[in-house]
């Protein structure tokens, strides 16, 4: 008959195996004694043998490795510590830890050992900083949004011969079709959308005579990448009014896709405005553009600064359009 002893000994293992928690043992001059099974799979650890022993600190980076020393420091001293830090698995891909570190008392009252308990956090990691960058791209989108409210009034009184209430009704309609691109900002995040439909909403309130055409086939876009589309367009139809095509009288845009084959390729191009000259500094805009606009359509986006105006060049695979 099993005795307690070795049922409480199989229930601790089966635990341990079953936790994705990565328990440790570390001795008191910091080198690694004991690993959990669960522990050693999140770790992508192979074989235990070949790094027992090691130094506990050498698996933090940056700030984290200060933070592993602190926290050994805390434990010899009776005390627990807990930080959060980047650590490789033994496999060498990068994640990001939340750890506590407490000291393992022993029959004198005194540490014999220390135990850190750390759980992968990446993907919260990820999430908090991709918040930061949405926050900083809000703030960069309101800044941008009131310079285009500024375009438009500019663009809508410049020559104008009519009378006052002409022209007032003329920027309310303009102010409202720009309400209804920000609302497509707002439902790309949640729903797909219809290519033509966000090239139509959002670039509405510049769509005055014939300086914008487009044209291009249907194409479903998942939120992920209308929301990126949609900024983009933002972005540029705002640097087209403040000083591009749209900017004087005569420019004009041609906005065009298409779809065949396996590849989607999209294209911005710009004419009659001021002349274009390239800048000294990639600026937010176009950086956006260019990494975020590609990197969402799972292609490569540039914008080309030629001389008779700017064009956007977007090759993405078809499939990538629809990924969510």
């Given at each position: 008959?099993?005795?307690?002893?070795?049922?409480?000994?199989?229930?601790?293992s089966?635990?341990?195996?079953?936790?994705?928690?990565?328990?440790?043992?570390?001795?008191?001059d910091?080198?690694?004694?004991?690993?959990?099974?669960?522990?050693q799979?999140?770790?992508?650890?192979?074989d235990?043998?070949?790094?027992?022993?090691?130094?506990?600190?050498?698996?933090?980076?940056?700030d984290?490795?200060?933070?592993?020393?602190?926290?050994?420091?805390?434990?010899?001293?009776?005390?627990?510590?807990?930080?959060?830090?980047?650590?490789?698995?033994?496999?060498?891909?990068?994640?990001y830890?939340?750890?506590?570190?407490?000291?393992?008392?022993?029959?004198?009252?005194?540490?014999?050992?220390?135990l850190?308990?750390?759980?992968?956090?990446?993907?919260?990691?990820?999430?908090?900083?991709?918040?930061?960058?949405?926050?900083?791209?809000?703030?960069?989108?309101?800044?941008?949004?009131?310079?285009?409210?500024?375009?438009?009034?500019?663009?809508?009184?410049?020559?104008?011969?009519?009378?006052?209430?002409?022209?007032?009704?003329?920027?309310?309609d303009?102010?409202?079709?720009?309400?209804?691109?920000?609302?497509?900002?707002?439902?790309?995040?949640?729903h797909?959308?219809?290519?033509?439909?966000?090239v139509?909403v959002?670039?509405?309130?510049h769509?005055?005579?014939?300086r914008?055409?487009?044209?291009?086939?249907?194409?479903?876009?998942?939120?992920k990448?209308?929301?990126a589309?949609?900024?983009?367009?933002?972005?540029?139809?705002?640097?087209?009014?403040k000083?591009?095509?749209l900017?004087?009288?005569?420019?004009?845009?041609?906005?065009?896709?298409?779809?065949?084959g396996?590849?989607?390729?999209?294209?911005?191009?710009?004419s009659?405005?001021p002349?274009v000259?390239?800048?000294?500094?990639?600026?937010?805009?176009?950086?956006?553009?260019?990494?975020?606009l590609?990197?969402?359509?799972?292609?490569?986006?540039?914008?080309?600064?030629?001389?008779?105006?700017?064009?956007?060049?977007?090759?993405?695979?078809t499939?990538?359009?629809?990924?969510?």
């Open positions: 008959m099993p005795t307690q002893l070795n049922k409480d000994a199989r229930f601790l089966a635990v341990l195996s079953a936790s994705d928690d990565c328990i440790k043992v570390i001795g008191l910091g080198t690694l004694e004991f690993m959990s099974e669960g522990g799979r999140v770790m992508e650890v192979q235990f043998e070949k790094i027992r022993g090691c130094p506990w600190i050498q698996f933090w980076q940056g984290g490795h200060a933070d592993a020393e602190a926290a050994l420091a805390a434990a010899r001293a009776g005390r627990s510590y807990r930080f959060q830090g980047p650590a490789d698995t033994a496999a060498g891909n990068p994640r830890w939340d750890v506590q570190v407490s000291p393992i008392v022993g029959p004198d009252g005194k540490p014999e050992a220390i850190s308990v750390s759980r992968d956090i990446t993907q919260m990691h990820a999430g908090e900083e991709r918040y930061r960058l949405l926050a900083g791209e809000l703030n960069h989108r309101i800044k941008n949004l009131l310079a285009m409210v500024s375009g438009i009034v500019n663009q809508s009184m410049r020559g104008s011969n009519e009378p006052l209430d002409m022209v007032k009704r003329r920027v309310s303009r102010l409202q079709a720009l309400a209804a691109a920000q609302d497509v900002l707002m439902m790309a995040s949640r797909g959308a219809d290519l033509r439909q966000l139509e959002v670039l509405s309130p769509r005055s005579g014939e914008l055409a487009v044209d291009g086939p249907s194409v479903t876009l998942s939120s990448c209308a929301l589309m949609a900024l983009a367009l933002h972005e540029l139809g705002t640097n087209a009014v000083y591009g095509a900017s004087q009288d005569g420019g004009h845009v041609d906005v065009s896709w298409s779809n065949q396996g590849a989607f390729h999209f294209r911005w191009q710009e009659g405005g002349p000259t390239a800048p000294q500094r990639r600026g937010f805009g176009s950086q956006m553009i260019e990494k975020v590609g990197s969402y359509l799972g292609g490569t986006a540039k914008i080309d600064f030629a001389p008779d105006g700017i064009i956007l060049s977007l090759d993405a695979p499939a990538a359009l629809s990924e969510s």
